[in-house]
């Protein structure tokens, strides 16, 4: 995500680090590559200026041209003010009514409907809510039959109707989720290929119905500064309240996520990270955190959304048995392998991870195509051919039974000796936390040990 911005970025201020002394002309420098970089990206114009003016203004004082790792304190100053551009708190989304209407809008194609699940789904995860969905989107063909497929997915209720006006859909949904007994209603809304005056009239009489308590526009990312224009021309219609980037995983440039809040005026509330729809880390969405946003731009991660990922991932009862069984001088077996393989999928994969971990994302570079969800797939399916014995009992694994193995799993006794050096080599590693803590290991791996291969 934003791999493009945040490798320029870091490049601009490579330059600046380890430097005693900066002068005014190093910080020019490196305000012209971040000036290409944002220019690049498809920021904003405006943003672009807000950002640098700011930046130069912060970074050009005595203090910190002359102070203790200038280089360092002039990133801490961009980071601040990516930050700044973001919006400096963390939006969330509130229940001021028994029953609370979202009214989600966008063009077409933006991701409204997908979008309406997953945040129906969000919300149920995270705030216990008990929603239900209506489409009102009567001119796409399956647009309905969509979202009612997502619902029974997902278990949540769907407004089954035959009317094919909007404005009359509208005055069902409201009766269907009274009767449902539902505190949430999710309203998705048609969308058109461009900007028209039906389209808004529409919105406006079913904004007139349903007297929202939000109304968030879905944008795509990878539209870029033409995402910014869209909401603004929504926003002169009706009152948008928060802000949905959807594509966001395939969305190298970032430029549309650091322009949307400075142009509009509006918050983005969540990233959309994939199609998936489905329960915790299965849902491909986010919670839109500025702090956390700007720590993977520059390189520096984002640790709260890598801890909440671990606990949707895992339950406290599998994570006390493993921890119990590697301080017990037991040895890890593949089926400890096995549940740490699903946890990692279910996390987005070993890529995701190492970007939300500080000063990883060099690694990230070098890891790529080689630590991914096909190799993931790959390890499990070399497990899922051994027997429960061989699971259990890593030591029976002689030549002949890896054959059979890789037969199996239609793959070469290569990738099940791998496998086998993995399990080995993790419990090298829990051997050496036992003995000497978290220091015996880094020193090892400061000797040559280096982490198990994969």
Same mark, same amino acid.
């Given at each position: 995500?934003?791999?493009?911005?945040?490798?320029?970025?870091?490049?601009?201020f490579?330059?600046?680090?380890?430097?005693?002394?900066?002068?005014?002309?190093?910080?020019?420098?490196?305000?012209? =590559?971040?000036?290409?970089?944002?220019?690049?990206?498809?920021?904003?114009?405006?943003?672009?200026?807000?950002?640098?003016?700011?930046?130069?203004q912060?970074?050009?004082?005595?203090?910190? &041209?002359?102070?203790?790792?200038?280089? =360092?304190?002039?990133?801490?100053?961009?980071?601040?003010?990516?930050v700044?551009?973001?919006?400096?708190?963390?939006?969330?989304?509130?229940?001021?009514?028994?029953?609370?209407?979202?009214?989600?809008?966008?063009?077409?194609?933006?991701?409204?409907?997908?979008?309406?699940?997953?945040?129906?789904?969000?919300?149920?995860?995270?705030?216990?809510?008990? %929603?239900?969905?209506?489409?009102?989107?009567?001119?796409?063909?399956?647009?309905?039959?969509?979202?009612?497929?997502?619902?029974?997915?997902?278990?949540? %209720?769907?407004?089954? #109707?035959? #009317? $094919?006006? %909007?404005? =009359?859909? $509208?005055?069902?949904?409201?009766?269907?989720?009274?009767?449902?007994?539902?505190?949430?209603?999710?309203?998705? $809304?048609? !969308?058109?290929?461009?900007?028209?005056?039906?389209?808004?009239?529409?919105?406006?009489?079913?904004?007139?119905?349903?007297?929202?308590?939000?109304?968030?526009?879905?944008?795509?990312?990878?539209?870029?500064?033409?995402?910014?224009?869209?909401?603004?021309?929504?926003? +002169?219609?009706?009152?948008?309240?928060?802000?949905?980037? $959807?594509?966001?995983?395939?969305?190298?440039?970032?430029?549309a996520?650091?322009?949307?809040?400075?142009?509009?005026?509006v918050?983005?509330?969540?990233?959309?990270? !994939? =199609?998936?729809?489905?329960?915790?880390?299965?849902?491909?969405?986010?919670?839109?955190?500025?702090?956390?946003l700007?720590?993977?731009? &520059?390189?520096?991660?984002?640790?709260?959304?890598?801890?909440?990922?671990?606990?949707?991932?895992?339950?406290?009862?599998? *994570?006390?048995?493993?921890?119990?069984?590697?301080?017990?001088? +037991?040895?890890?077996?593949?089926?400890?392998?096995?549940?740490?393989?699903?946890?990692?999928q279910?996390?987005?994969?070993?890529? *995701?991870?190492?970007?939300?971990?500080?000063?990883?994302?060099?690694?990230?570079?070098?890891?790529?195509?080689?630590?991914?969800?096909?190799?993931?797939?790959?390890?499990?399916?070399?497990?899922?051919?051994?027997? %429960?014995?061989?699971?259990?009992?890593?030591?029976?694994?002689?030549?002949?039974?890896?054959?059979?193995?890789?037969?199996?799993?239609?793959?070469?006794?290569?990738?099940? *000796?791998?496998?086998?050096?993995m399990?080995?080599?993790?419990?090298?590693?829990t051997k050496?936390?036992?003995?000497?803590?978290?220091?015996?290991?880094?020193?090892?791996?400061?000797?040559?040990?280096?982490?198990?291969?994969?």
């Open positions: 995500m934003f791999d493009f911005l945040s490798e320029k970025l870091q490049s601009a490579k330059s600046l680090k380890g430097k005693g002394i900066l002068t005014e002309a190093d910080v020019e420098a490196a305000l012209r =590559e971040l000036r290409l970089a944002l220019l690049e990206a498809d920021v904003s114009l405006s943003a672009i200026k807000h950002l640098t003016a700011n930046v130069r912060l970074a050009t004082g005595e203090k910190v &041209l002359s102070g203790i790792n200038p280089g =360092e304190q002039v990133t801490k100053i961009v980071y601040d003010q990516i700044e551009l973001l919006g400096t708190e963390e939006p969330e989304l509130t229940f001021p009514a028994p029953l609370t209407v979202i009214l989600m809008v966008g063009l077409q194609g933006s991701g409204k409907t997908t979008s309406s699940a997953k945040i129906a789904q969000y919300c149920v995860d995270k705030y216990g809510r008990k %929603p239900v969905m209506a489409s009102l989107d009567v001119y796409r063909p399956a647009a309905i039959a969509q979202l009612e497929e997502l619902g029974k997915r997902l278990d949540i %209720p769907t407004l089954s #109707s035959t #009317s $094919t006006s %909007p404005q =009359e859909r $509208t005055k069902q949904a409201l009766s269907f989720a009274k009767e449902s007994g539902a505190n949430l209603l999710i309203l998705d $809304t048609a !969308g058109r290929t461009d900007l028209n005056e039906e389209l808004m009239e529409e919105l406006k009489d079913i904004h007139k119905l349903s007297v929202p308590h939000h109304v968030i526009l879905c944008a795509d990312a990878q539209a870029g500064h033409s995402a910014v224009d869209v909401a603004e021309a929504f926003k +002169k219609t009706i009152p948008v309240s928060g802000l949905v980037l $959807t594509r966001v995983d395939g969305d190298a440039r970032g430029g996520a650091l322009s949307m809040r400075h142009v509009t005026g918050p983005i509330l969540f990233l959309g990270v !994939g =199609e998936a729809v489905g329960r915790g880390n299965a849902n491909k969405i986010e919670p839109f955190r500025p702090h956390g700007a720590g993977r731009i &520059l390189g520096q991660g984002d640790v709260l959304s890598l801890v909440e990922k671990v606990q949707a991932a895992s339950s406290e009862e599998d *994570n006390a048995a493993l921890e119990k069984k590697m301080m017990s001088g +037991k040895e890890l077996d593949f089926n400890d392998i096995s549940k740490q393989l699903k946890m990692m279910r996390m987005g994969g070993m890529g *995701n991870m190492l970007g939300l971990l500080p000063g990883m994302g060099a690694l990230k570079g070098k890891l790529e195509g080689k630590m991914d969800d096909k190799m993931l797939a790959r390890q499990q399916a070399v497990i899922s051919s051994m027997t %429960p014995k061989e699971r259990k009992n890593p030591k029976l694994l002689n030549a002949k039974r890896r054959m059979r193995i890789a037969k199996g799993c239609g793959l070469q006794v290569a990738d099940v *000796n791998k496998l086998v050096k399990q080995e080599g993790l419990n090298q590693m050496m936390l036992r003995k000497g803590g978290l220091s015996a290991l880094t020193g090892a791996m400061g000797k040559g040990g280096g982490f198990p291969k994969f």
